[in-house]
Every structure is written in structure tokens, then in C-alpha cells.
């Protein structure tokens, strides 16, 4: 079975003609493009909103419509995958490097819906490193700023350089303290000058798509 297939797909039981979609970013929501685009050629009429350029190509590939921000009066539903979901369904989010506009997109949508496999399930947050999506400029003080809050950050690196995100900025992979409070966090983080955001996506979650270990694999959608 292909966990990933199989919570990608079902979010698109939330799609309904007409709707604005968020297109979120990752290999879970791969198979929502996949399925969408498959869906479209049946008949279904949507327009997509793409959280990277990776999402763009890909249902551009697909034949799915996109549609751009100047035009969108609001997002009806965006679909995502996550990197850690804790019981609260908050969210880690970012290991693709495009929280910045999974955030804008997932904040603007009336349903955000959250896709993704049983190993994403944590007791809390904090085991993924936090990605903080933060401006090349001085960024070297921006980390000592974020070392001061408590958190040990690392450059995230590609090919012997560092990554930059759609929106070229870069990452910094956050070790974050034991027993933090997350909002304050998520607040004191956003604070700091050249800080574009920050992977926690802290009471935005509307539906969770997962499986459930404990009753043979079979789908769970949990509600806010
Ligand atoms: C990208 C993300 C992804 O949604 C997250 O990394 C999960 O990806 P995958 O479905 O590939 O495990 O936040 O920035």
C-alpha cells in the first residue's frame, strides 16, 4: 500500500466544482495533483493556486488550471502535506522549503486540509527541525538572533551551497528548545528583522488526512 497515495487522493472528496484550490507542496500532495489533474480531464472545473514553482510545473504538466492571486477573490480549500502533525493537528511544516507561501496560501484558504502518512504523527512538535525562511541580507545576525531565543540553527545547504526558496531566500533548520510555547515562539521568531516566516503552522489545521496504525491502515480524517 502507498500510505501517501492513498491520504493525498482522499483530500480531493473535499473538491467540488468551481472551487479556487490551494495546490500545496511535497510527495504526499503529488498524489492530489495526480488525481486532480486526472479529475479535471473528466469534467471537474477548478482553478489551482500553486504554493511553489515545483507545484506550478507539475500541474501545469497535469492540466490543471491555475489561476493567479490578482484574480482570486479567495482560496476554497488548499490541500498540504506536513513534516510533523502533533494531536492538536499543529503543524512543522517546511521541509520542502516553501513555507513561506504555504503559509500565505493555507491562511487565505476558508478549509485548509492536511495530508499526510502515520510516521508524521508526533506526541509534539520539535523532533523535524523548524525551518525559518529567512533574507540572505545579514542573515548571519538574524541566526544569532534566533540562538538567542534558544534554538540552534543550521544553514540549509544544496549542492554545496546554500538553498535558496521560490522566493530566494534561505533556510535555517532549527534544533528547538525541549518544552517550548509554541505561539511564542511562532510570535518572538516573526519579530526578528529578517525573519520572512517560520515552519510552525500553530491552529490553522481544518481536516487531517491520515491512516490510522491501530485499525489496519484505514483512512482517518480528523476535524479541528
Ligand atoms: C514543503 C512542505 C511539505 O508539505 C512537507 O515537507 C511534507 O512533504 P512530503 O509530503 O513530501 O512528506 O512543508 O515545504
Known amino acids: 500500500?502507498?500510505?501517501?497515495?492513498?491520504?493525498?487522493?482522499?483530500?480531493?472528496?473535499?473538491?467540488?466544482?468551481?472551487?479556487?484550490?490551494?495546490?500545496?507542496?511535497?510527495?504526499?500532495?503529488?498524489?492530489?495533483?495526480?488525481?486532480?489533474?486526472?479529475?479535471?480531464?473528466?469534467?471537474?472545473?477548478?482553478?489551482?493556486?500553486?504554493?511553489?514553482?515545483?507545484t506550478e510545473k507539475l500541474a501545469k504538466e497535469f492540466g490543471i488550471p491555475l489561476i493567479s492571486f490578482s484574480e482570486v477573490k479567495q482560496i476554497d480549500?488548499?490541500?498540504?502535506?506536513?513534516?510533523?502533525?502533533?494531536?492538536?493537528?499543529?503543524?512543522?511544516?517546511?521541509?520542502?522549503?516553501?513555507?513561506?507561501?504555504?503559509?500565505?496560501?493555507?491562511?487565505?484558504?476558508?478549509?485548509?486540509?492536511?495530508?499526510?502518512?502515520?510516521?508524521?504523527?508526533?506526541?509534539?512538535?520539535?523532533?523535524?527541525?523548524?525551518?525559518?525562511?529567512?533574507?540572505?541580507?545579514?542573515?548571519?545576525?538574524?541566526?544569532?538572533?534566533?540562538?538567542e531565543l534558544g534554538l540552534i540553527p543550521h544553514l540549509r545547504q544544496v549542492q554545496g551551497g546554500p538553498f535558496r526558496t521560490d522566493n530566494g531566500h534561505y533556510i535555517l533548520d532549527c534544533r528547538i528548545p525541549d518544552k517550548p510555547n509554541h505561539k511564542e515562539l511562532e510570535r518572538e521568531l516573526n519579530l526578528i528583522p529578517g525573519v520572512m516566516e517560520n515552519g510552525l503552522f500553530l491552529g490553522m489545521t481544518d481536516k487531517y488526512i491520515t491512516l490510522d496504525r491501530n485499525k489496519d491502515n484505514s483512512i482517518v480524517v480528523r476535524h479541528r
Do not use: C, W
Open 77 to 147: 480549500v488548499a490541500i498540504d502535506g506536513a513534516d510533523e502533525v502533533d494531536p492538536e493537528l499543529n503543524l512543522i511544516k517546511g521541509g520542502g522549503g516553501a513555507l513561506l507561501r504555504e503559509k500565505i496560501i493555507a491562511h487565505a484558504a476558508k478549509t485548509f486540509i492536511v495530508v499526510a502518512d502515520p510516521d508524521k504523527n508526533v506526541a509534539k512538535l520539535g523532533s523535524f527541525p523548524l525551518p525559518v525562511e529567512v533574507l540572505p541580507f545579514g542573515f548571519e545576525l538574524t541566526k544569532k538572533k534566533i540562538q
Open 1 to 54: 500500500m502507498n500510505e501517501k497515495k492513498e491520504v493525498g487522493e482522499k483530500a480531493l472528496d473535499y473538491i467540488k466544482d468551481g472551487m479556487v484550490v490551494g495546490l500545496g507542496t511535497g510527495t504526499t500532495v503529488f498524489y492530489t495533483l495526480t488525481k486532480l489533474g486526472e479529475l479535471v480531464r473528466n469534467g471537474l472545473s477548478i482553478k489551482g493556486i500553486p504554493t511553489s514553482k515545483q
